[in-house]
């Protein structure tokens, strides 16, 4: 999977991932896996922060069936720079991403 994502990259296509990996029960966002920044070490590019608010209750856990007509709120944050993070961890750098989401969401 990330070879397949690296040579979409270097195609100039964007990737998106969703760090969590699941939805999570209580909508409050889970801990990241760091899939996505392992790839966005590799291949030097900014990372794009962006909060969906509102779609677990849309499309709660428990199944892929849209429940109702639900508001979803979707928010880009700045972009975070590749040279910002360059010499980081994986694990680091989505620490920090998470944290820069969270307190956007006002988790903490």
Excluded: W, Y
Aim: one cysteine or more.
């Amino acid at each position: 999977m990330m070879r397949a994502c690296e040579a979409t990259r270097a195609a100039g296509n964007s990737i998106i991932m969703f760090p969590e990996g699941t939805r999570s029960f209580s909508g409050r966002m889970r801990d990241f896996k760091p899939g996505a920044f392992e790839l966005a070490l590799r291949t030097h590019v900014p990372i794009q922060p962006i909060l969906l608010r509102g779609s677990g209750d849309a499309l709660p856990k428990r199944g892929f069936v849209l429940q109702g007509r639900h508001p979803i709120r979707v928010s880009v944050l700045d972009p975070i720079p590749p040279e910002s993070f360059a010499g980081l961890s994986a694990e680091a750098l989505s620490q920090r991403v998470r944290s820069t989401m969270a307190k956007e969401l006002g988790e903490s």
